[in-house]
């Protein structure tokens, strides 16, 4: 019986420690535009809970300066 409770806390016990959401950089996001888009589409569909989130904030920013850079592009520049 204590091996089986040990084996049971042994299987379990890792999903309550694991690594959680990695925290992209906006340099990773302006790379993968679909982690981007992925993320941008979560944060919009539940900005209540997510807008602050370090994520949320680095899509935002990597979305401005690849909007900015295509527009600079677009003009020539």
Do not use: Y
């Not at 989130?53 to 979305?63: G, Y």
């Amino acid at each position: 019986m204590k091996h089986l409770l040990l084996g049971i806390v042994m299987l379990t016990l890792p999903g309550c420690f694991g690594e959680g959401d990695k925290i992209h950089t906006v340099d990773e996001l302006m790379a993968d535009e679909v982690l981007l888009a992925k993320i941008t589409s979560e944060c919009r569909n539940n900005p209540g809970a997510l807008r602050q989130t370090p994520n949320c904030q680095n899509a935002e920013a990597a979305d401005w300066k690849l909007r900015l850079e295509r527009m600079n592009r677009s003009l020539g520049g």
